[in-house]
C-alpha cells in the first residue's frame, strides 16, 4: 500500500547488498587478525548506504509525507559520510597534529548544523525550498528545489572528499614501486565520487531521480575498503615510515623479497650519505654490497642481528644490525626491514668500562682483576718458573695526610713509571690496591726474580719526588715446580714484605720527617737554627718547672717539629710579605691540625701530636683549632707557645723587624693570661733575667 516498485530498485538493493558483505569481510578480517584498529572506512561505507537507502525509500514509497522524510534521512548519510571522510585521511595518512578533538570537532560543525537545519525545514525552508509530487515513467516521485543549505552540505561534502582524497594520493604517489599499481586503483576508486559531484553540481543527469552521489562514493568506499584490507596498501611503506621510521634516530631500509630496496628513512640517507632518490627501487647489493652480504649472512646463519663496520678518515663508526621478516595478513613473506642502528658510542664506553675492569685507571697499570685472570691462565708448566714481587709504597699515607691525596696520587704515579721502567715488557705489573703493588713474572727464576728487584730499589732512590723520596718494601717469591699452589707462592711474597716494612719502619719514617724538615726549611722562613734555638728555650722552661724526663724528649721532639705543618701550606701564603688577609689566614691555622695528621701517621713522633694540635691553642680559650683553656693544653704546648713567640720576635724576619730582648719579654708579660700561661710566663722572664 506504501510501496511501489521502481526501475532502480534492483541495482540499488545490490549495491546495499554489497556494502554490507564489504563491512562485515573488513571488520570479521580485523577480528581474526586479532587487530583494534579503526574501521572508519566501515563508516564511509555505512553513511553511503543511510544514503542510498534514504534515495531508494523516496523512490518506493508513496505519500508525500514519507518521500520527504526519506529524504531527510539522506542528509544523515551526507554528513556521516563528510566527516568519517575526513577523518579517516588524517588517520590513514598519519597526520598526526591533526587528528586532535580540536579538529574533529570542527570537521563536525557544519554537517551537525546542516542535519538541524533538515529538521526544521519546516520553519525555515533553507534546505527544501518547495517539494511537490511528480510522475516519472508512472512512478510517483518527489520533485523538489533546494536551499542554500542543501548547497553548503554538497559543497562541503565535496570538500572533505576533495582534501582527503589529496592527502590519500600524495602518500600513495609518494609510495616505491611495489605499490603503484595498488595507488591506481584507489586513484581510480576516489575519482567515480569526484566525477558524480561535479554532475551534480552541473546540473548533469543521466539517471532523473536517482541521485548518483550515494552510489557512486558507496562503491568507491567498497573499493577503497577491499584494497585497504586485502593488499594493506601502505602497510609497509609510508605508514611505518610516517608514525615511527621517519622520527627514529636509527637509519631504516625497506626491502621486498627480491631484496630491491622500497623506502629508507631520514636518518639513512644521514648515516650513509645516499638521497632517497639515488637508491629506491635498485638492488641493494649494488647499493650498499657490505650490508647486503652482511644480511646474507645473517640469513645463513639463521640470526636477525650482527654488526658491520665503517670506515671514515680515521674514523671507524660501528653499527648493529637488525633484520626483520615481513609476512602479509596472508603469511605471505613480502620483504625485510633492516635497522641500522649506531653503536659507536656504546661500543666505546664498553672499552672503556673493559679498560677499567682490567686497568687501573690512575697509573695505567693491569687492575687487580686483570692480574688474577692472568695468573689463572699462565699457572702451567709450560711458563714455570713462575716468580711474583709485591711491593708496598712507604709512607703514602703520611704524603696523603701532609701534603693532601693529589700529591699522593703523584706519588703512586711516579711508583707506577718507576716499575715499568724496571721491569721486562712482557711482566704483568698491576696495582694491587692502596699503595701495594704486584708483578707476575713468567719463565723467570728467583737469582733472575732477585735483579729485578734489586733494579726496583735502586731506581726508587734514583727517581725521587719533588717533596718526598720513594721508598717501597718489596718481597717476593718463586715457583720452581708444579706441585706448589701459586697461591701459597703470592702469600710468601706478601709475608716478605711486611717484614721488610716492619724492619724498616722506623728508618723509613725518620727518613721522610728528615725530609719533610727540609721541605719545610727550603718553603718557609723557618730555619733549622730557629727550631734550636727554641728546643734550648723550651727545655731550659721544662727543667725549671722539673718536668719529667719523659715528658722533656716530647718537649724537644715538639720544639723542632711543632711548625711541621707548614709544609702543606701554599707558598704564597707561607712567604708572603705583609699582613694576611683572613682567607689566607684560615688556610695557615690548618697547619696545627696538618701537622697532628702528619705525627699521627709516624711512630716515632705519635707522642707529640697532640702538643702539635694544640701549641696554638690560648691561655683564655680564644686560640686555635679547638679553642681550649687553661690546663687542657698540654704542657708541652703552652711551653713551646712562649719560647715559639719570643724566638720569632727577637730574630730577623722578611716581614717583620726584630725586637729587644727586653720589649719581647715585657709583650709576653702583657699576654700572660690572655695568651700564655701565667705561671709559665713567670717562670720564663725569670730565665731571661738571669
Given at each position: 500500500m506504501f510501496l511501489q516498485s521502481s526501475p532502480y530498485s534492483i541495482p540499488l538493493v545490490i549495491i546495499i547488498f554489497f556494502s554490507i558483505i564489504t563491512i562485515c569481510y573488513?571488520?570479521?578480517?580485523?577480528?581474526?587478525?586479532?587487530?583494534?584498529?579503526?574501521?572508519?572506512?566501515?563508516?564511509?561505507?555505512?553513511?553511503?548506504?543511510?544514503?542510498m537507502l534514504g534515495n531508494l525509500l523516496e523512490l518506493e514509497v508513496v505519500g508525500y509525507q514519507l518521500k520527504l522524510l526519506c529524504s531527510k534521512v539522506q542528509y544523515i548519510g551526507i554528513a556521516a559520510v563528510s566527516i568519517s571522510w575526513l577523518t579517516f585521511s588524517f588517520q590513514y595518512t598519519s597526520i598526526k597534529k591533526w587528528q586532535t578533538k580540536r579538529n574533529i570537532t570542527l570537521i563536525c560543525i557544519i554537517p551537525v548544523i546542516v542535519l538541524i537545519l533538515v529538521f526544521t525545514n519546516e520553519f525555515h525552508g533553507l534546505i527544501i525550498k518547495e517539494a511537490s509530487l511528480g510522475n516519472f515513467m508512472g512512478f510517483s516521485v518527489l520533485n523538489k528545489v533546494f536551499g542554500v543549505g542543501?548547497?553548503?552540505?554538497?559543497?562541503?561534502?565535496?570538500?572533505?572528499?576533495?582534501?582527503?582524497?589529496v592527502l590519500i594520493i600524495?602518500?600513495?604517489?609518494?609510495?616505491?614501486?611495489?605499490?603503484?599499481?595498488?595507488?591506481?586503483?584507489?586513484?581510480?576508486?576516489l575519482t567515480v565520487p569526484l566525477?558524480?559531484?561535479?554532475?551534480?553540481?552541473?546540473?548533469?543527469?543521466?539517471?532523473?531521480?536517482?541521485?548518483?552521489?550515494?552510489?557512486?562514493?558507496?562503491?568507491?568506499?567498497?573499493?577503497?575498503?577491499?584494497?585497504?584490507?586485502?593488499?594493506?596498501?601502505?602497510?609497509?611503506?609510508?605508514?611505518?615510515?610516517n608514525n615511527v621510521v621517519g622520527s627514529i634516530n636509527d637509519g631504516v631500509i625497506v626491502l621486498d623479497s627480491q631484496n630491491n630496496i622500497l623506502d629508507i628513512n631520514s636518518s639513512f640517507q644521514r648515516i650513509f650519505n645516499k638521497h632517497i632518490k639515488e637508491i629506491i627501487g635498485k638492488p641493494l647489493e649494488k647499493v650498499f654490497p657490505y650490508l647486503s652480504s652482511k644480511t646474507e649472512e645473517l640469513r645463513s646463519r639463521n640470526i636477525s642481528n650482527g654488526c658491520f663496520y665503517i670506515y671514515r678518515e680515521d674514523k671507524k663508526d660501528i653499527y648493529d644490525i637488525n633484520v626483520s621478516n615481513i609476512f602479509n595478513w596472508q603469511g605471505m613473506h613480502v620483504g625485510k626491514v633492516v635497522l641500522v642502528h649506531d653503536i659507536t658510542e656504546l661500543e666505546k664506553t664498553k672499552e672503556e668500562i673493559k679498560y677499567l675492569s682490567f686497568y687501573d685507571k690512575l697509573t695505567g697499570l693491569h687492575s687487580r682483576a686483570y692480574f688474577e685472570v692472568e695468573l689463572n691462565r699462565l699457572d702451567t708448566s709450560r711458563q714455570a718458573p713462575i716468580s711474583i714481587i709485591t711491593g708496598d709504597v712507604n709512607g703514602l699515607k703520611l704524603v696523603n695526610n701532609t701534603f693532601g691525596y693529589t700529591e699522593g696520587d703523584k706519588l703512586l704515579i711516579k711508583v707506577a713509571e718507576l716499575l715499568k721502567k724496571s721491569c721486562r715488557s712482557e711482566d704483568i705489573i698491576a696495582r694491587w690496591g692502596g699503595g701495594g703493588f704486584i708483578i707476575l713474572l713468567t719463565k723467570t727464576s728467583h737469582d733472575d726474580s732477585y735483579e729485578i728487584v734489586k733494579r726496583i730499589e735502586k731506581n726508587c732512590k734514583e727517581m725521587g719526588n719533588p717533596k718526598v723520596s720513594i721508598s717501597m718494601s718489596i718481597g717476593f717469591s718463586t715457583k720452581d715446580r708444579n706441585s706448589k699452589d701459586i697461591v701459597v707462592v703470592m702469600k710468601e711474597a706478601e709475608e716478605r714484605m711486611m717484614r721488610r716494612k716492619l724492619l724498616n719502619g722506623k728508618s723509613i719514617y725518620s727518613s721522610m720527617i728528615s725530609s719533610l724538615r727540609r721541605t719545610l726549611w727550603e718553603k718557609s722562613y723557618e730555619t733549622e737554627q730557629h727550631g734550636e734555638r727554641i728546643k734550648k728555650l723550651s727545655l731550659k722552661l721544662g727543667n725549671s718547672i722539673s718536668l719529667p724526663a719523659n715528658k722533656l724528649d716530647e718537649l724537644e721532639l715538639l720544639a723542632t717539629l711543632h711548625d711541621i705543618g707548614k709544609v702543606a701550606i701554599p707558598d704564597e701564603i707561607l712567604t708572603k710579605e705583609g699582613a694576611l688577609n683572613e682567607e689566607e689566614w684560615k688556610i695557615m691555622r690548618n697547619h696545627s691540625e696538618i701537622g697532628y695528621h702528619i705525627a699521627s701517621t709516624s711512630p716515632q713522633i705519635s707522642s707529640i701530636a697532640k702538643g702539635i694540635l694544640f701549641h696554638h691553642e690560648w691561655w683564655n680559650g680564644q686560640g686555635y683549632p679547638q679553642g681550649l683553656k687553661e690546663e687542657k693544653?698540654?704542657?708541652?704546648?703552652?711551653?713551646?707557645?712562649?719560647?715559639?713567640?719570643?724566638?720569632?720576635?727577637?730574630?730577623?724576619?722578611?716581614?717583620?723587624?726584630?725586637?729587644?730582648?727586653?720589649?719581647?719579654?715585657?709583650?709576653?708579660?702583657r699576654n700572660a693570661g690572655v695568651q700564655f700561661d701565667p705561671a709559665l710566663?713567670?717562670?720564663?722572664?725569670?730565665?731571661?733575667?738571669?
Open positions: 573488513i571488520n570479521l578480517l580485523d577480528i581474526f587478525r586479532k587487530e583494534s584498529r579503526s574501521t572508519i572506512e566501515s563508516f564511509i561505507i555505512i553513511g553511503s548506504m543511510i544514503w542543501h548547497w553548503v552540505a554538497i559543497i562541503y561534502l565535496l570538500f572533505s572528499i576533495l582534501i582527503g582524497s600524495q602518500m600513495l604517489i609518494s609510495t616505491n614501486y611495489t605499490y603503484k599499481w595498488q595507488a591506481w586503483v584507489f586513484l581510480f576508486a566525477s558524480t559531484i561535479m554532475l551534480y553540481l552541473l546540473d548533469i543527469e543521466p539517471f532523473p531521480h536517482l541521485e548518483l552521489m550515494p552510489v557512486s562514493i558507496g562503491l568507491g568506499g567498497i573499493i577503497t575498503a577491499i584494497i585497504l584490507s586485502r593488499s594493506k596498501i601502505g602497510e609497509i611503506v609510508p605508514i611505518a615510515c693544653i698540654p704542657i708541652i704546648s703552652r711551653i713551646v707557645a712562649i719560647t715559639d713567640a719570643y724566638d720569632a720576635m727577637t730574630n730577623h724576619r722578611p716581614y717583620k723587624k726584630p725586637i729587644s730582648k727586653r720589649e719581647a719579654i715585657e709583650e709576653i708579660k710566663v713567670e717562670k720564663f722572664v725569670l730565665l731571661c733575667s738571669s
